[in-house]
């Protein structure tokens, strides 16, 4: 009991002082909101993603996913059971629309790692009790063992990354998207581009509305830089009734921020399409002016300079049909429909990709790193270690995930942890109440109802990856 | 729930572990992920609020992760 409420304790009361240095940090306006939104971008653009690596390949196998199918199925049902509770909590509290999602989400996707293994971690000897009580023997090397702590929690451990692969994926796709609406402009609040804003007042409004409008397939503000050029495929490709509206692009540009009218709106797409979605965070990614813009001047043409460096070879179909003109004015666009079919193949695959964050992408490279024993045991197992200068920098910069992310949570909550006028007293005790206290009611009953389906998996070998030396030697 | 496996040597009676029954249930039971957070401070939207949900809902974690966990580890053999 003492154990429990010890390592229960410990876990959160970490996180409470972890997030407490942030905002110290932000009173001492060390970190501010601006660095801490860029923060984040680098936490989901690099960051999660040497996480999850490094975390997820070691713990996977065919085994583990095909016996344990039960951990992400089950997952899965508490999300939407949590759905359902949110939905709820919503109506009861009656809060504003806008605060729909916020709801529903917060009751629904719940920490899947970090707390888990702080817990296993501290019950794994009297998870080893229980086996030995109720009669469960792991089995290495074709024999019932009794079973120890240390194997309880090496089990314990892969049980929870299998769970973190889905929640994972999860994650950063639906959830993503589902989260933050289509049309809302990130900077908008007091996000760090308030000042871009100032400095550019016409196009950088202008533009950002107007891609979050149309943005359909790819409602993921925030892309990869790999993803950006989808936008000029689509455009090129599929826009050519529009081609006729480039000449006049210079002048649009200096179009003041009030809404523009559609044909307006699809002038500058247009010119976007020659040069980047308004990406407005991935500004590190941002790169030098390329060929075609290389005769514009700067004060006309301030948003094309900022063409992200993508691959060559997109860049050059980009700019094929769209030759550097001697002043901006006479641009003459000439897209032929010749490179079509390639072209819309093209973009359908950018479409899919753009469908998907950097951290789902890590998951799933993972999990296929993971599968391949041979790959798995090179980079992971092998005793000859010849990628360990790779996976230990992944494991230096995977261990950065919690304080950096725990720092920018402090930050956010630098004024004080009182309920705003978004998000009522009633609303967060609902929520709390919901997540922590009805959902895990839901949880034993899922598992009685399983266990009374007998679906529950047996345990019938052990889940601890064994190096698998005659793949290896066979290749 | 038991089954029956032949292994190398001789027919073993077997359970489920209850490691992976304690994971199922724990995952049902944390407070909200805080990879949220930097989902909502990237975007910066609602991302105060967020923190504010995540703030209290760890601190009462450790009393009801307490009470859970407890109920969990009492639960697991009757399951």
Same mark, same amino acid.
């Given at each position: 009991m003492e154990q429990i409420i010890w390592a229960s304790a410990q876990a959160s009361i970490k996180i409470t002082v972890m997030g407490g240095c942030g905002a110290a940090l932000s009173r001492l306006s060390l970190l501010d909101k601006p660095t801490s939104s860029r923060i984040s971008r680098l936490?989901?653009?690099?960051?999660?993603?040497?996480?999850?690596?490094?975390?997820?390949?070691?713990?996977?196998?065919?085994?583990?996913?095909?016996?344990?199918w039960l951990l992400p199925v089950a997952l899965l049902v508490y999300t939407l059971v949590g759905i359902v509770c949110g939905f709820v909590v919503a109506?009861?509290?009656?809060?504003?629309?806008?605060?729909?999602?916020?709801?529903?989400?917060?009751?629904?996707?719940?920490?899947?790692?970090?707390?888990?293994?702080?817990?296993?971690?501290?019950?794994?000897?009297?998870?080893?009790?229980?086996?030995?009580?109720?009669?469960?023997?792991?089995?290495?090397?074709?024999?019932?063992?009794?079973?120890?702590?240390?194997?309880?929690?090496?089990?314990?451990?892969?049980?929870?990354?299998?769970?973190?692969?889905?929640?994972?994926?999860?994650?950063?796709?639906?959830?993503?998207?589902?989260?933050?609406?289509?049309?809302?402009?990130?900077?908008?609040?007091?996000?760090?581009?308030?000042?871009k804003l100032v400095a550019n007042p016409g196009d950088e409004v202008e533009l950002r509305d107007v891609v979050d409008d149309t943005d359909e397939q790819c409602g993921s503000i925030y892309n990869d830089r790999n993803m950006i050029t989808n936008y000029c495929l689509d455009d090129l490709s599929d826009d050519e009734q529009d081609d006729e509206q480039f000449v006049d692009q210079p002048k649009l540009h200096q179009l003041p921020t009030a809404p523009a009218n559609r044909h307006d709106a699809d002038n500058i797409i247009l010119e976007l399409g020659s040069g980047r979605p308004v990406s407005h965070i991935d500004r590190p990614f941002i790169a030098p002016v390329t060929v075609a813009d290389t005769s514009r001047t700067p004060p006309t043409y301030s948003l094309k300079q900022q063409h992200p460096t993508t691959d060559n070879t997109t860049q050059l179909q980009l700019q094929s049909p769209l030759p550097p003109s001697p002043t901006p004015s006479s641009t003459t666009p000439t897209a032929t429909p010749t490179t079509s079919r390639t072209m819309r193949v093209l973009v359908a695959i950018?479409?899919?990709?753009?469908?998907?964050?950097?951290?789902?992408?890590?998951?799933?490279?993972?999990?296929?790193?993971?599968?391949?024993?041979?790959?798995?045991?090179?980079?992971?197992?092998?005793?000859?270690?010849?990628?360990?200068?790779?996976?230990?920098?992944?494991?230096?910069?995977?261990?950065?995930?919690?304080?950096?992310?725990?720092?920018?949570?402090?930050?956010?909550?630098?004024?004080?942890?009182?309920?705003?006028?978004?998000?009522?007293?009633?609303?967060?005790?609902?929520?709390?109440?919901?997540?922590?206290?009805?959902?895990?009611?839901?949880?034993?009953?899922?598992?009685?109802?399983?266990?009374?389906?007998?679906?529950?998996?047996?345990?019938l070998s052990s889940l601890i990856n064994q190096p698998e030396h005659g793949d290896v030697l066979s290749l | 729930v038991n089954g029956l496996f032949l292994t190398d040597l001789s027919v073993v009676c077997m359970h489920t572990d209850p490691m992976l029954r304690l994971v199922l249930l724990v995952q049902s039971a944390t407070p909200t992920a805080i990879n949220l957070s930097v989902i909502t401070t990237m975007h910066n939207y609602l991302a105060k609020e967020m923190a504010t949900v995540l703030?209290?809902?760890? $601190?009462? /974690? !450790?009393?009801? +992760?307490?009470?859970?966990?407890?109920?969990? $580890?009492? /639960? !697991?053999?009757? +399951?």
């Open positions: 936490l989901a653009s690099f960051l999660i993603p040497c996480m999850l690596f490094v975390s997820i390949t070691p713990n996977m196998s065919w085994q583990n996913l095909v016996v344990y109506l009861l509290a009656n809060v504003d629309r806008d605060m729909y999602r916020f709801v529903v989400i917060a009751c629904s996707f719940g920490n899947t790692t970090s707390l888990p293994l702080a817990l296993i971690t501290s019950l794994a000897v009297t998870s080893a009790n229980l086996s030995n009580t109720m009669g469960f023997y792991p089995i290495k090397d074709g024999l019932p063992i009794e079973d120890t702590p240390e194997q309880s929690l090496a089990r314990g451990v892969a049980y929870v990354f299998i769970v973190l692969l889905v929640a994972t994926l999860t994650r950063w796709t639906f959830l993503y998207r589902f989260l933050v609406p289509a049309n809302h402009n990130p900077d908008a609040p007091d996000g760090p581009a308030a000042q950018k479409n899919f990709i753009c469908g998907i964050e950097v951290p789902a992408w890590a998951a799933l490279v993972s999990v296929i790193c993971g599968l391949i024993p041979s790959v798995r045991y090179i980079l992971f197992e092998s005793p000859a270690g010849y990628f360990k200068f790779f996976t230990d920098a992944l494991t230096a910069f995977g261990d950065s995930v919690v304080p950096m992310t725990l720092l920018t949570l402090g930050v956010s909550m630098s004024e004080g942890p009182k309920p705003t006028a978004k998000l009522g007293l009633c609303t967060t005790l609902l929520i709390l109440v919901t997540r922590l206290f009805v959902i895990p009611l839901f949880g034993i009953l899922f598992l009685y109802l399983l266990g009374l389906a007998s679906m529950l998996p047996l345990g | 703030f209290y809902q760890y $601190l009462l /974690a !450790i009393v009801s +992760l307490t009470i859970n966990v407890s109920l969990f $580890l009492y /639960a !697991i053999p009757l +399951l």
